[in-house]
């Protein structure tokens, strides 16, 4: 077992979350219980002193953090300011107000007039 490793099982939480502030550099989230602090703490260790994940597996991991792909002929709904807005899933992008999109994103951004994710904003996806 590694010095560190030793060091960081006898810390109380007063050390544990010092340790997290030097290791995160934020204070420790404050009503996170004292073995998980430790546990977060050993895991990061872990990952610092083997590598961590691979670029390729930080990757995938996020990929399959992503929303299933939508049913052609599915409709999205969503009223904003009072108006209610009809997209339908196409093979090859969405249906809105009789002009097909390439994404989401794009018919939020025309609805809204600002930036926005179109899965939030249609809420297929949590935010």
Do not use: C, N
Not at 19 to 40: D, I, N, Y
Not at 42 to 49: I, K, N, P, S, V
Not at 92 to 99: A, D
């Amino acid at each position: 077992m590694s010095p560190e490793l030793v060091e960081l099982m006898t810390l109380d939480r007063v050390g544990l979350t010092e340790r997290w502030q030097q290791t995160f550099g934020r204070p420790a989230p404050f009503k996170m219980h004292q073995e998980l602090l430790r546990q977060t703490l050993g895991w990061h260790l872990q990952a610092r002193t083997q590598g961590g994940l691979s670029h390729a597996d930080r990757r995938r991991l996020m990929k399959g953090m992503t929303t299933a792909p939508l049913a052609i002929g599915s409709r999205l709904v969503r009223v904003w300011q009072g108006e209610t807005h009809q997209v339908t899933v196409l093979e090859s992008g969405f249906l809105y107000q009789g002009k097909t999109w390439r994404s989401l994103s794009a018919i939020a951004r025309a609805i809204t007039g600002t930036s926005w994710s179109g899965p939030l904003f249609f809420g297929i996806k949590a935010g």
